[in-house]
């Protein structure tokens, strides 16, 4: 019987997760003022970068959130959380390279590591903040 339960709770889980992956790479594309879908699909690689390292940045603290909440709620809270940081984080990585979805769309790929990175830092940050 608790195999049944922890098998259920893993759906839960999982299942919220992939809606806030969806939900966070809606919100994401439309935060940018480039779009990455239509990037990708013509094959540059500066916005798979951008948009693939930003997404493990929010995956990070999504799964710290999974870790240390053990409700679907609490769960849902922190994934808006995490979702918030990251689009701040693109929003602030556009105040020291305003040009940024120019270059990620021209192909740059160096703008786009620069905010992959930032998108990993605030992730690690985020997750490891979630611990407490």
């Known amino acids: 019987m608790a195999i049944i339960q922890r098998l259920a ?6 299942g919220l997760a ?3 992956v969806v939900l966070y790479l809606v919100v994401y594309v439309l935060a940018t003022q480039h779009n990455e879908f239509a990037l990708i699909r013509a094959n540059i ?3 798979a970068i951008a948009l693939g390292m930003s997404l493990i940045g929010f995956a990070l603290p999504l799964s710290s959130a999974i870790i240390y909440t053990h409700d679907l709620v609490h769960f849902f809270m ?8 990251q689009i701040l984080v693109y929003w602030l990585v556009r105040l020291v390279l305003p040009d940024l ?16 990175c930032a998108s990993l830092t605030a992730g ?3 997750s490891a903040a979630m611990s407490f």
């Open 101 to 116: 979805s120019r270059r990620i769309a021209s192909g740059e790929v160096t703008a786009a590591l620069f905010l992959g």
């Open 45 to 47: 690689l500066s916005a």
């Open 18 to 20: 992939l809606v806030l």
């Open 78 to 85: 922190w994934g808006v959380v995490a979702l918030v940081v």
């Open 124 to 126: 690690i940050i985020n």
């Open 9 to 14: 709770d893993f759906a839960e889980f999982f």
